[in-house]
């Protein structure tokens, strides 16, 4: 079992001692630097392995201010995406390799972090991003994104793209489980796609205000099984660029999985990119509307399955839609001998 000592903020002594663990208490634990760098101020460590026992022999100096019977060290490494997404600490000092001292595991903490988007509100960690040159070349681990420990402030708010900048973070706040986005391309089952993340300006707007770029991913058919999908060249069903999509961000993949689609309706303001594939869409859609002749008033479609799509439709003529001997559907015309003998029966 991991003890983690709470440190109280100086208060009355004579208010609830429950009352105000819960609102200024923050969890530390005690982090040995195995990374073999030293880590500095605002920096972060990934954490590896299982805790061990406390012992002050296995580092070369031990800084601990506190010490619980039957501590536990939690091992600290280098971060990676692949390993450490949401599982790192920030020591509260600078910390040479094989150093023991406490790390922030939770609340709010002062770090360095790596600008992805001027806008982003989270920040998680990163594969190493290196700003600078020589003696002035930083590395940093934390990087802005759409997920991760909320950024309460930072500097350069709404700029500072692809510098390393202080920042004030709350290390495990979870934001929403579900995020709204619209998709920058086409995305197929077991595929992946950029996606742009989508929130309201107000209470009163629809979520149309663009964030950060995410990486979504469909591994369960959810495309599928859309109404919105469409079929390619190669009959493959795939959700065309600039549809709405519900995504969450699974822990065991650390992935954003498609949940739904939407025709993103409510906007009324268009980006510039949506606008162009807004029109893209419609002249596509003109042009099947005049080869088909169909009148606007006709239902043309049956769930997902646009009836002209079946070979031998034709728009002007009544059919009777079959299979042939390979069991696949096609458009049948009557011949006059079965048109008479339907109108006798």
């Known amino acids: 079992m991991i003890n983690v000592r709470f440190s109280k ?62 501590q536990v060290v939690l091992a600290g490494v280098t971060p990676t995406v692949a390993d450490h997404l949401g599982k790192w600490v920030v020591p509260l000092q600078q910390l040479p390799p094989n150093y023991h001292y406490e790390c922030k595991a939770a ?5 360095r972090v790596y600008v992805n988007g001027a806008d982003d509100a989270y920040c998680d960690v990163i594969d190493a991003e290196t700003v600078g040159e020589d003696e002035e070349a930083e590395t940093c681990y934390l990087g802005t994104g759409a997920s991760g420990a909320q950024i309460l402030w930072r500097q350069n708010e709404g700029s500072g793209v692809g510098t390393i900048v202080w920042a004030i973070v709350r290390i495990g706040h979870r934001p929403k489980e579900i995020i709204r986005c619209r998709l920058a391309e086409a995305l197929y089952d077991c595929g992946d796609a950029e996606a742009v993340v989508l929130s309201a300006s107000t209470p009163d707007d629809p979520p149309c205000e663009e964030g950060a770029t995410i990486t979504v991913t469909s591994p369960l058919g959810v495309v599928a099984g859309s109404m919105l999908a469409e079929l390619d060249d190669l009959d493959e069903w795939f959700v065309p ?54 009148p606007s008033s006709c239902r043309d479609q049956i769930g997902r399955y646009k009836l002209s799509d079946i070979p031998g439709y034709d728009g002007g003529t009544r059919q009777y839609l079959a299979h042939d001997a390979d069991g696949c559907l096609e458009w049948v015309t009557p011949g006059v001998c079965d048109e008479d003998e339907g109108s006798e029966s």
């Open 9 to 70: 903020r100086p208060g009355n002594s004579n208010a609830d001692s429950s009352e105000s663990a819960s609102t200024v208490s923050v969890p530390r634990v005690l982090v040995a630097n195995k990374s073999g760098v030293y880590v500095p101020l605002g920096g972060i460590l990934g954490i590896d392995g299982p805790p061990t026992p406390y012992d002050p022999s296995t580092s070369d100096v031990a800084k601990v201010r506190f010490l619980i019977p039957s």
């Open 107 to 111: 609340g709010i903490a002062r770090v």
């Open 241 to 294: 660029a600039g549809t709405a999509v519900y995504v969450r961000r699974f822990g065991d993949t650390a992935k954003y999985e498609a949940l739904a689609f939407g025709s993103n309706a409510c906007c009324e303001a268009l980006s510039e990119s949506e606008s162009s594939s807004s029109e893209s869409s419609e002249s596509e859609s003109e042009e099947s509307e005049s080869e088909s002749e169909s």
